[in-house]
């Protein structure tokens, strides 16, 4: 038995690489391991994984300072009753736990630091050369993305113009050839090329969303339509295995889960292929139950607002450009945080309404989202020098886009405001002609996307009883215009054409 160390941050990753003498036909099926992880009279039961080479792992995130020990069974001999423990010492500096659902329609992270969702998506880019998927991490760096949506399986898309999304990477999820894979044999180096990646964004204070399960396969690789229900568990089971002990980790268990739902000979609009119909409950509830740490779970449409109501989900994901009403359509229906992971993407992927975005539509989708008390993630597809393959949106590499850059200035701006207790005010925005937030009559935040230019804008008084504070941004151009001290009434104030007016109480 090897330990990665006998002390471990709060938080981080503590594993164990034990070296097996017994063996199987398929270890991936006939192998059993799993340990118990006890501190002051709690305990945690973690299943562990074979990760090739006679080599299997335990992975464990403690969430609590103090001494561990911990107790493994297993249906080899050689493990069962192995015993160890180790020292979870305070989370270093920039380790916050994972993020959890906070006030009802919010996110914070474990320990209780407020998160603020800035998405952007980038389905396959795991599957890309090393320059790629370095060139990404740069891109969500330079523009401070929180969060990443990206594909676990290879993605092909075809039947569209100006595209070429074929990319056929080297080595696949499952042992075997393209188009003959072994469903129920996992191949532990693909597997280990995606850890990478999501440690890096770990390390970059990055949370990783990851789909399961995609559409896109088309059965170029077998892998969709091929898994079986029973397979479909079984994969579930394993990632959560690998990977639950991230602390970055969201699952998202489809995308665009209700393409598996409708036989696809009923949608005419979209290459013929056969599709496995899938139980998206019962693998939902698998990987709950497989999940000891409660990471996040959505599951993401295809059809325009069809938004799901799983019990197992931790808050909704959904496509749609009218982000602003379902937002609070969803926020209404469900009582969970909302997110419009997808609401068309800025690009020249022309004749494609959700790939020939303008920056403007982009901004404006996104801000939309976030004034309705929600989140949003952006998205990018520009063919830039005639090279249909790497679009960012699908394969990652630099951004080249406008809007990226506005969204990260107005996280800036979010996040100096109490973003968690603040509500859509509807009384305001009918006053303003804008779109406000508020925390009561104490903070307001509004947008204004063309603001009236009749020289001044009337603040809505009736509970406006205090001074305060107004800083004006403006958003396009990335830059801070005006503080001063305001007083209820007619302020007169002369705004940009993506104007951000704060209001705090003095």
């Known amino acids: 038995m090897l330990l990665n160390s006998d002390t471990i941050e709060k938080w981080g990753i503590f594993e164990i690489e034990l070296k097996a003498k017994t063996e199987f036909d398929n270890p991936f099926t006939q ?193 969709n339509p091929g898994l079986t229900a029973e397979e479909d568990l079984l994969y579930v089971r394993y990632m959560a295995a690998r990977l639950s002990a991230f602390r970055n980790i969201w699952w998202c268990i489809s995308n665009e889960y209700d393409l598996l739902l409708t036989p696809l000979s009923e949608r005419e609009h979209i290459i013929e292929a056969v599709s496995n119909q899938k139980d998206w409950d019962a693998i939902g509830k698998q990987l709950k139950a497989a999940d000891p740490y409660n990471h996040l779970i959505s599951i993401h449409n295809f059809t325009v607002g069809r938004v799901a109501g799983y019990d197992w989900l931790s808050h909704t994901s959904f496509q749609n450009g009218n982000t602003y009403s379902l937002v609070l359509e969803s926020k209404r229906r469900y009582g969970k945080p909302a997110i419009a992971d997808e609401y068309g993407y800025e690009g020249n992927i022309f004749g494609n309404a959700w790939g020939d975005r303008t920056p403007e539509e982009e901004t404006l989708r996104h801000m939309q989202a976030i004034m309705a008390g929600g989140y949003a993630s952006h998205g990018e597809s520009y063919i830039v020098g005639g090279n249909k393959r790497d679009i960012f949106w699908a394969y990652g590499g630099k951004m080249v886009g406008k809007s990226a850059a506005k969204l990260s200035y107005f996280r800036h701006i979010i996040e100096s405001c109490p973003f968690t207790d603040m509500d859509p005010e509807i009384p305001m925005m009918h006053e303003s002609g804008g779109l406000c937030l508020a925390k009561g009559s104490d903070v307001f935040l509004m947008f204004f996307r063309y603001p009236d230019k009749r020289g001044g804008f009337n603040f809505f008084t009736t509970d406006m009883r205090k001074n305060y504070e107004m800083t004006l941004y403006d958003l396009w151009n990335c830059v801070e215009l005006e503080k001063r001290i305001v007083s209820k009434g007619f302020v007169e104030v002369y705004m940009p054409d993506w104007a951000v007016i704060k209001l705090e109480a003095i």
Request: some cysteine.
């Open 31 to 223: 192998g059993e391991l799993a340990a118990k992880f006890v501190i002051g009279g709690k305990s945690v039961n973690v299943f562990g994984f074979y990760d090739g080479d006679n080599i299997w792992r335990i992975r464990f995130m403690p969430q609590e300072e103090g001494e561990y020990s911990f107790l493994i069974s297993s249906n080899m001999p050689e493990f069962t009753g192995q015993t160890g423990s180790f020292t979870c010492m305070p989370p270093s500096e920039g380790n916050h736990g994972p993020v959890r659902v906070y006030k009802k329609y919010h996110f914070a992270y474990d320990d209780g630091e407020p998160f603020f969702v800035l998405g952007t998506s980038c389905y396959a880019w795991t599957t890309r050369s090393d320059e790629m998927r370095k060139q990404t991490l740069e891109s969500l760096s330079q523009y401070a993305f929180t969060k990443l949506r990206f594909g676990f399986f290879p993605k092909r898309l075809q039947g569209l113009p100006n595209i070429d999304i074929t990319y056929d990477p080297p080595i696949l999820p499952y042992e075997g050839e393209r188009g003959h894979l072994d469903l129920q044999r996992f191949n532990p180096v693909y597997f280990r090329r995606f850890e990478e990646d999501v440690r890096a964004l770990l390390n970059m204070g990055i949370e990783a969303d990851i789909m399961l399960f995609h559409f896109y396969d088309f059965g170029f690789w077998g892998i």
